[in-house]
Every structure is written in structure tokens, then in C-alpha cells.
């Protein structure tokens, strides 16, 4: 039994773009950045404009914990002229636009207020992301060209992104994420920090350097291992340091810096006022600001993992989230499969029972496609159900009694790579209703759900009992299965099976909550063989 969803299964198609023009704008902590893009009809991608216009979401929050109302105002007039631009484009359509923020939005106390202000102004939608959803976006925006570097095959590579309010990391070993995590180190964050502290000029760098080190040095583990270790780095301060150090540089590939000529260009820049940085390379002061906080951290880096040489990938943000219209968002199979494995290496932690959650998941998978006109439900409902199947016991290692509950826990609080808070949500609650009560409005995070959201939590909690119940020997005997609907009554068909009295015992506790969510009354069965002629195997 593989831990994916079977190669051959006919999923429901995800939404995603139709060959022609897209856009992301990616709502920053220093400026909002517009991607243009066309998907052509095999699939590739061309680039057809970029646009950049430096706001202060970042300095606000960083310092005052808010947005002013005159930022809100200047990203209005950014955005405004935006649309003008994708109106030139005939981009209007929610599944060739996106418009996401990050984390000075997201950790902004009035981004309601803010969110609601651009969409009144506007039209635009602004969608927070979180982390899980960044790690997801930076692993695609970077996946195909990590592919075509053999040497990144055979190493593992750490790929780091020094944004201007987070620093994201993720461990590639052997092409699978093997971990990821958002820390709260920026360069914006951190230099708003030291002139809050109003720290002297002269112990600005140290400072910088020893809370790098604290944050990061964690990180050290993966340069003490045997096999060398590629750092990988993403970002617009190191694209600027790759530029200026190799002028020659073809974005298509990965430069490659040494360690030495990167230390050499981040004590330059850090020797520079902002309005020095402005004049001599000509940059907005938005990046200038960032531009030697984000060249230190990168350099300690260097020192903490120690590498020889840094590869930049001119890959950001917004090529991610573009690759994902093209792809339909993450139910490309490649990328289901990471979200899979993640999901395994959790079981693992809190030690399930494996095989049997890894049939479960696939009978579950198999009653979702056999059942898809009854629930009317798509890919990512799928996936998610296919998730809880699998992890719907690791609250047993906390204790039996509540087990149901505390894998709802477990599940809230673990790195699930891949899946946005909301979805890991619906993960958790398909997992908690696998056994005992129905859900009901006054249930934590349940009560939370839009009806839509609501109504799916009960269909696939419906579907994840069954399916449990026809594992009820754990021997994984029962594998093909067909289901055929006869009026009020669903009938589950389980070829060259003799006996299903185990199965059947179990199925009598676990349909009550399919029978009520779909008005269906289960009934179990084995197909007839000729020796087992004129016998029923039927509750």
C-alpha cells in the first residue's frame, strides 16, 4: 500500500487557470508587487510584466502593532493603478487573479479593517496567507528548477527566503520536504526592532548578528551532517547581491556565490547608509533599508551551516502562486505526494498503527470516487478526508479515553506541510467525528465552519467511519470495493470475500452517521462466486 493517493484515481479537477494571461499581487511588507504571466496551452509559463511600488505595511506593524490609516491609503493608490493594469490585460476573472498579503498584514490587529478598505476601494480580495501556505508556494516556485540541479539530488538542500518580517525555511532531502518553518526573524522586523531598542550605530551589526544566531542556530545541525549540505536562497536582497557580483547572471539558472565574496558584498553594504545604498545603486529606499539586515543573515548563515558557496534562485512569491494556477493549485500529484508524507511522518511521531491507517486512507479514497454523486464534493475534499484517514488514531498516544479529541489536538498543533490552518482545520475535525458523537454547533472549530465547510466536515466524517469499519479486523483483507445505490439503501460490495461478519458488526455502529447525513441505509455484502451460490453475506 502506497502513502499517496493511488496514481490511477480519477479526481474531481481542482480550479485553476485556462491558458491565457494571469496575475498575482503580492501585498508585501515593504512594497505590493505585481506578476503578469501567460500560461500558454502546453502548459509553460511567460512572464509579461513585473511591477513594484514601495508602501510601509511592515514599519507600521513591526513598531505600532497597526496599520496607519495613511499606508492603507497609499496601498488604495497602488492597487487602483494596478487594476488599470490588469484591466489593459482583460485579467478579471478569480481564476487568473490572486491578490495575497504576508505577514505585516497578517499580524497587522486591524488587517480586518484593512482587507475590507482595499476591497471597498478596489474590488481586489486580499487573502492573508499563512505559513503552511508560503512553504507550500516557495517549495513549487523553486521544485523545477531544484530538479534539473543533479548536485542537488544527491545533497540536501536547505532553501531560505530572508523576508522583510520572516525568515522561511525548508529542508529538501532526496526531493521530499523534510521539514519546514517560519521563524520570526526579518530584515524590516529587525531593523525597526533596534531602533526601538535605539541601540548605537556601532553595536547595530553584533546585535543583528547575535539575534540571527539565536534564531537560526538551530539550523546548524543540517552543515554537521555527513553528507554536505547546498544552501539554497530565495529572495530580492540576494537576487541583488547575485546581480551585482556576477553581471553575466541568467535568472533561468542558479548562480552560485562564494562564501568569501558574499561576506565581502554584506560588510560593504552594512559600511552604507540607506541614503548612500540609494545613490550608489540606485534601489527604492524600501529596499535599501532591507537590503544589509537580509545580506547578514544570509552570511550567518553561510557560518552557522557551513558552506563554501550559496546558490541564488531568482524564483519568488509570486512565481509560485503562478505556478500553481497553471498546475491546479496542489492537487498535481507530485505535490499531493509531499503533503502525504508529511502527514505519514506525523503518524509515525506519535507511533499509529501504519498499515492500518494507510488502508483505511486508501478504502476511503475509494468510497469518496465511488460515491462522488452523493456528496458532490472535489479534489481537495478528497485529500483532506484521505489526511484524517490517516491520522485519525494518533490521539491514542496521548491516552484511549477522548483519543478522538486529542488527535484533533495533535493534529491543530503539527507542522502538516502543505495545508493552510483552515484546511488542516477541516482536517482535524474530520478526524475528531471518526467515532462517538455527531458534530454539533457548540463544538470547538466546528462551530467556527461556514455551512458549506459544515456540511463537508459531516459527509467525510460519514465516509472515514465506514471505511474504518471495513478494516475492523485490521488485516487489510477487505480491498475492492463497489458500491451500488437500490432505492433508500447503499449497498457496499465486497468481491470474493466469505465471511464479513467482523466487518458487518462493525458497520452496524459506524452507518448511523452516514444514514443520517445521506439519508442512505448501509448494507454490506460479498459478491457471489459460484461455490458461495444461493449464500448472502448481507446485514
Given at each position: 500500500m502506497?502513502?499517496q493517493l493511488?496514481?490511477d484515481?480519477?479526481?474531481t479537477?481542482?480550479s485553476?487557470?485556462?491558458p491565457?494571461?494571469?496575475a498575482v499581487?503580492?501585498?508585501?511588507?515593504?512594497?505590493i508587487?505585481?506578476?503578469i504571466?501567460?500560461?500558454l496551452s502546453?502548459g509553460r509559463?511567460?512572464t509579461l510584466?513585473n511591477?513594484?511600488?514601495g508602501?510601509s505595511l511592515?514599519?507600521d506593524?513591526?513598531t505600532?502593532g497597526?496599520?496607519e490609516?495613511?499606508?492603507?491609503?497609499?496601498c488604495?493608490?497602488?492597487?487602483?493603478?494596478?487594476?488599470q493594469k490588469?484591466?489593459?490585460?482583460?485579467i478579471?476573472?478569480?481564476?487568473?487573479?490572486r491578490?495575497v498579503?504576508?505577514?505585516a498584514?497578517?499580524e497587522a490587529a486591524?488587517r480586518?479593517a484593512?482587507?475590507?478598505?482595499?476591497y471597498?476601494?478596489t474590488?481586489?480580495?486580499v487573502?492573508?496567507i499563512?505559513?503552511a501556505?508560503?512553504?507550500r508556494?516557495t517549495y513549487?516556485?523553486?521544485?523545477?528548477m531544484?530538479s534539473?540541479e543533479p548536485?542537488?539530488?544527491?545533497?540536501p538542500a536547505?532553501?531560505?527566503?530572508?523576508?522583510?518580517?520572516?525568515?522561511?525555511v525548508?529542508?529538501v532531502e532526496?526531493?521530499?520536504v523534510?521539514?519546514a518553518?517560519s521563524?520570526?526573524?526579518?530584515?524590516?522586523?529587525?531593523r525597526q526592532?533596534l531602533?526601538?531598542?535605539r541601540?548605537?550605530?556601532?553595536k547595530?551589526r553584533?546585535i543583528?548578528?547575535l539575534?540571527?544566531h539565536r534564531?537560526?542556530?538551530g539550523l546548524?545541525?543540517?552543515?554537521?551532517r555527513?553528507?554536505?549540505?547546498e544552501l539554497?536562497?530565495?529572495g530580492?536582497?540576494?537576487?541583488f547581491a547575485?546581480?551585482e557580483?556576477q553581471?553575466?547572471?541568467?535568472p533561468?539558472?542558479?548562480?552560485?556565490i562564494s562564501?568569501q565574496?558574499?561576506?565581502?558584498?554584506?560588510?560593504?553594504?552594512?559600511?552604507?547608509t540607506?541614503d548612500q545604498?540609494v545613490?550608489?545603486?540606485?534601489?527604492p529606499?524600501?529596499e535599501?533599508?532591507?537590503?544589509?539586515?537580509?545580506?547578514l543573515a544570509?552570511r550567518?548563515?553561510?557560518?552557522i551551516?557551513?558552506?563554501?558557496h550559496v546558490l541564488v534562485?531568482?524564483?519568488?512569491l509570486?512565481?509560485?502562486?503562478?505556478r500553481?494556477?497553471?498546475?491546479?493549485?496542489i492537487?498535481a500529484k507530485d505535490?499531493?505526494?509531499q503533503?502525504v508524507?508529511?502527514?505519514?511522518e506525523?503518524?509515525r511521531?506519535?507511533s499509529?498503527?501504519e498499515?492500518h491507517a494507510r488502508h483505511?486512507?486508501?478504502?476511503?479514497s475509494?468510497?469518496?470516487?465511488e460515491?462522488?454523486?452523493e456528496h458532490?464534493l472535489d479534489?481537495?475534499d478528497?485529500?483532506?478526508l484521505y489526511?484524517?484517514a490517516?491520522?485519525?488514531?494518533?490521539?491514542?498516544?496521548?491516552s484511549?479515553t477522548s483519543?478522538?479529541?486529542?488527535s484533533?489536538?495533535?493534529i491543530?498543533?503539527?507542522?502538516?506541510?502543505?495545508l493552510?490552518?483552515?484546511?488542516?482545520?477541516l482536517?482535524?475535525l474530520?478526524?475528531r467525528?471518526h467515532?462517538r458523537?455527531?458534530?454539533?454547533?457548540t463544538h470547538?472549530g466546528?462551530n467556527?465552519?461556514d455551512?458549506?465547510r459544515r456540511?463537508?466536515?459531516?459527509?467525510?466524517?460519514a465516509?472515514?467511519?465506514?471505511?474504518?469499519?471495513?478494516?475492523?479486523?485490521?488485516?487489510?483483507?477487505?480491498?475492492?470495493?463497489?458500491?451500488r445505490?437500490s432505492?433508500?439503501r447503499?449497498?457496499?460490495?465486497v468481491?470474493?470475500?466469505?465471511?464479513?461478519?467482523?466487518?458487518q458488526?462493525?458497520?452496524?455502529?459506524?452507518?448511523?452517521m452516514f444514514?443520517?447525513v445521506?439519508?442512505l441505509s448501509v448494507l454490506l455484502?460479498t459478491?457471489?462466486?459460484?461455490?458461495?451460490?444461493?449464500?448472502?453475506?448481507?446485514?
Amino acid at each position: 500500500m502506497t502513502d499517496q493517493l493511488t496514481a490511477d484515481a480519477t479526481l474531481t479537477s481542482g480550479s485553476h487557470a485556462s491558458p491565457g494571461p494571469v496575475a498575482v499581487i503580492d501585498v508585501g511588507t515593504s512594497s505590493i508587487r505585481l506578476a503578469i504571466a501567460e500560461i500558454l496551452s502546453d502548459g509553460r509559463i511567460r512572464t509579461l510584466e513585473n511591477l513594484s511600488q514601495g508602501v510601509s505595511l511592515g514599519k507600521d506593524t513591526f513598531t505600532r502593532g497597526e496599520i496607519e490609516k495613511g499606508t492603507i491609503e497609499e496601498c488604495v493608490r497602488v492597487l487602483r493603478a494596478y487594476r488599470q493594469k490588469l484591466d489593459e490585460y482583460r485579467i478579471s476573472s478569480p481564476e487568473n487573479l490572486r491578490v495575497v498579503a504576508t505577514s505585516a498584514v497578517r499580524e497587522a490587529a486591524n488587517r480586518l479593517a484593512f482587507i475590507d478598505r482595499l476591497y471597498v476601494a478596489t474590488g481586489f480580495s486580499v487573502e492573508p496567507i499563512d505559513e503552511a501556505e508560503v512553504h507550500r508556494i516557495t517549495y513549487r516556485s523553486v521544485q523545477r528548477m531544484l530538479s534539473a540541479e543533479p548536485e542537488l539530488n544527491d545533497s540536501p538542500a536547505v532553501i531560505v527566503e530572508v523576508g522583510g518580517g520572516n525568515t522561511e525555511v525548508l529542508v529538501v532531502e532526496s526531493g521530499d520536504v523534510a521539514f519546514a518553518y517560519s521563524y520570526r526573524l526579518g530584515s524590516l522586523r529587525l531593523r525597526q526592532s533596534l531602533q526601538l531598542l535605539r541601540a548605537p550605530q556601532a553595536k547595530v551589526r553584533e546585535i543583528m548578528q547575535l539575534e540571527t544566531h539565536r534564531v537560526l542556530g538551530g539550523l546548524r545541525q543540517y552543515g554537521a551532517r555527513e553528507r554536505p549540505v547546498e544552501l539554497v536562497t530565495l529572495g530580492g536582497d540576494i537576487r541583488f547581491a547575485a546581480r551585482e557580483l556576477q553581471p553575466d547572471w541568467d535568472p533561468g539558472t542558479l548562480a552560485q556565490i562564494s562564501s568569501q565574496d558574499l561576506a565581502k558584498f554584506a560588510d560593504r553594504i552594512l559600511g552604507l547608509t540607506e541614503d548612500q545604498i540609494v545613490r550608489r545603486f540606485h534601489l527604492p529606499f524600501s529596499e535599501a533599508e532591507t537590503l544589509g539586515p537580509a545580506l547578514l543573515a544570509y552570511r550567518e548563515l553561510v557560518r552557522i551551516l557551513g558552506v563554501e558557496h550559496v546558490l541564488v534562485a531568482s524564483a519568488n512569491l509570486r512565481d509560485g502562486i503562478i505556478r500553481e494556477m497553471a498546475e491546479g493549485g496542489i492537487f498535481a500529484k507530485d505535490f499531493r505526494d509531499q503533503i502525504v508524507r508529511s502527514a505519514v511522518e506525523i503518524g509515525r511521531k506519535y507511533s499509529f498503527d501504519e498499515p492500518h491507517a494507510r488502508h483505511v486512507a486508501e478504502l476511503s479514497s475509494k468510497l469518496f470516487r465511488e460515491l462522488q454523486a452523493e456528496h458532490g464534493l472535489d479534489a481537495r475534499d478528497e485529500l483532506l478526508l484521505y489526511l484524517a484517514a490517516h491520522l485519525y488514531e494518533i490521539g491514542g498516544y496521548v491516552s484511549n479515553t477522548s483519543m478522538h479529541k486529542h488527535s484533533m489536538y495533535l493534529i491543530l498543533n503539527s507542522d502538516l506541510f502543505g495545508l493552510a490552518s483552515n484546511d488542516k482545520l477541516l482536517v482535524a475535525l474530520i478526524a475528531r467525528y471518526h467515532r462517538r458523537a455527531t458534530p454539533k454547533p457548540t463544538h470547538q472549530g466546528f462551530n467556527t465552519l461556514d455551512r458549506d465547510r459544515r456540511v463537508a466536515v459531516l459527509k467525510l466524517a460519514a465516509i472515514l467511519r465506514i471505511a474504518i469499519a471495513l478494516d475492523a479486523s485490521r488485516s487489510q483483507r477487505v480491498n475492492n470495493i463497489q458500491c451500488r445505490r437500490s432505492g433508500t439503501r447503499l449497498v457496499i460490495l465486497v468481491p470474493n470475500m466469505d465471511d464479513l461478519s467482523v466487518e458487518q458488526l462493525a458497520l452496524r455502529q459506524a452507518r448511523i452517521m452516514f444514514e443520517e447525513v445521506y439519508g442512505l441505509s448501509v448494507l454490506l455484502r460479498t459478491t457471489e462466486r459460484p461455490e458461495l451460490r444461493g449464500q448472502s453475506s448481507q446485514l
